[in-house]
């Protein structure tokens, strides 16, 4: 009897690499050297929920950026092209040390941590979400913004090479900006946000940083931001400037002050679309209220 033992070299046609991860063998490898897994972060046990947390495919599914498509569904399948490495976060303007960090810099010195926060967007849906960050404040001290500085400022990426959407809607005021008063900025609450169900962040989330601050409507949230200025004026945002009597620049949730289109009373819960009551300050209430006092919200 013949039996054929093969050599050491030869392998079956089916472990052969497909073709297509061949061709495409560059790009797998630099994915490869980005950190695939986050070192876990600790859950912070103050944020709790009201409502059980959104399935991860939906959070990564359904998502407004308008830089790859103002069709929700479809930005997951357009950001392949987007560079996510070299990624250097500029942070200037009416500060004593102004500085530049890469993101693996800044991952890498910031207090990470884990928080599940409702996120609520203007359009009157809702998740609950649970984002890997640090707070913000921790990241702006280190400039050390003078008492001049009052409002922040953040820039995203404005790559219409990489970024489908922007050729598509040319007049569209890009880049991405939107702002912070100083205390709203440097409030506990307000989140830089790199990571997403215990991994790093994905592209159509806002990689590699973006922010999450939860009172507010989901658009105050900038995502792949590069630049953070301190500003001595309230700064023009994306929004406000592409619809003034529909995007207020301190856009706090609020079920009483209806869109000009549609009410705020209750919001479509994303992806069962069920519905709830929407929350004053989206639930938040106790921590950021008293920064309104009196104030338009
Ligand atoms: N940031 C940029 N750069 N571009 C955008 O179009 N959309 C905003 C905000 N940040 C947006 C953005 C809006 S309207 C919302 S509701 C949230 O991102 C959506 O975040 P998500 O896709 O992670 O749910």
Request: with cysteine; glycine share 6%; charged share 20%.
């Amino acid at each position: 009897m013949l039996i054929k033992v093969p050599k050491s070299w030869q392998i079956p046609e089916r472990d052969a690499t497909p073709e297509t991860d061949f061709l495409t063998r560059r790009k797998l490898l630099a994915l490869a050297a980005l950190p695939m897994a986050l070192p876990a972060a600790t859950r912070n046990p103050e944020f709790t929920l009201d409502r059980p947390l959104t399935e991860e495919w939906a959070v990564t599914s359904y998502n407004n950026y308008y830089e790859f498509s103002s069709n929700k569904q479809k930005v997951k399948d357009l950001v392949g092209n987007f560079k996510l490495r070299p990624w250097t976060v500029e942070i200037s303007g009416l500060c004593d040390k102004p500085q530049k960090l890469s993101i693996e810099e800044i991952e890498k010195t910031m207090p990470i941590e884990e928080r599940l926060y409702r996120h609520r967007c203007v359009e009157a849906w809702s998740m609950a979400v649970p984002w890997t960050g640090f707070v913000l404040s921790n990241l702006l001290k280190r400039a050390e913004p003078k008492s001049s500085a009052k409002f922040v400022r953040f820039t995203s990426v404005n790559r219409p090479g990489e970024m489908p959407g922007i050729g598509q809607a040319p007049s569209f005021p890009w880049p991405y900006v939107e702002g912070l008063r100083m205390d709203e900025a440097m409030h506990p609450l307000t989140f830089a946000v790199t990571g997403l169900y215990g991994k790093p962040l994905p592209i159509q989330n806002g990689a590699p940083l973006r922010l999450a601050i939860p009172w507010k409507y989901g658009f105050k949230g900038g995502k792949a931001i590069f630049k953070i200025e301190f500003i001595a004026n309230q700064p023009a945002t994306t929004w406000n400037t592409a619809g003034p009597k529909e995007y207020g620049f301190y856009a706090n949730v609020n079920p009483k002050a209806p869109h000009p289109r549609w009410s705020q009373a209750v919001e479509q819960i994303i992806p069962t679309m069920g519905r709830r009551p929407t929350l004053l300050y989206n639930g938040y209430e106790k921590w950021v209220a008293s920064m309104y006092n009196g104030q338009e919200i």
